[in-house]
């Protein structure tokens, strides 16, 4: 058994695991479990060469949805349960709009990200 508030450290040893907020336990199983159902989004970034709006439009119509889209200047950022074809999608309509993509991230739910999906609040060990 293991106490820790380093989510981290909690993923790397830890087989099965408790989050536990305030006293209540919010879930209890293995971190991929608890990451996929907390609800966690995956968070994939499309870094572009110009304004990113055109291929934002694009993103709010990707299947699957609904997505989480936010665009900051050459930068869009789509936050989504359902990740697959995102990017492909992204990449696609950048290219359609005459941007060039000059860096792509995908990024997977973490426990930190499980915790404040969890408990409506950011994590700080």
């Known amino acids: 058994m293991l106490t820790t508030h380093y989510l981290d450290e909690a993923e790397a040893l830890c087989q099965r695991l408790a989050v536990i907020d305030h006293g209540r336990l919010l879930a209890s199983d293995t971190p991929e479990a608890i990451k996929a159902s907390s609800g966690a989004r995956t968070v994939i970034t499309v870094r572009y060469d110009a304004d990113a709006a055109p291929a934002a439009e694009a993103a709010h119509r990707i299947p699957g949805g609904p997505h989480d889209v936010a ?46 999906t969890l408990t409506g609040r950011d994590y700080k060990p």
Not at 77 to 105: E, I, Q
Request: charge should be positive; avoid cysteine; charged fraction near 15%.
């Open 71 to 116: 665009v900051d200047g050459p930068t869009v950022r789509v936050r989504t349960t359902r990740p697959d074809g995102v990017l492909a999608h992204l990449l696609l309509a950048g290219s359609a709009a005459g941007l060039t993509v000059r860096d792509a991230v995908t990024t997977p739910p973490s426990l930190q990200t499980a915790f404040l």
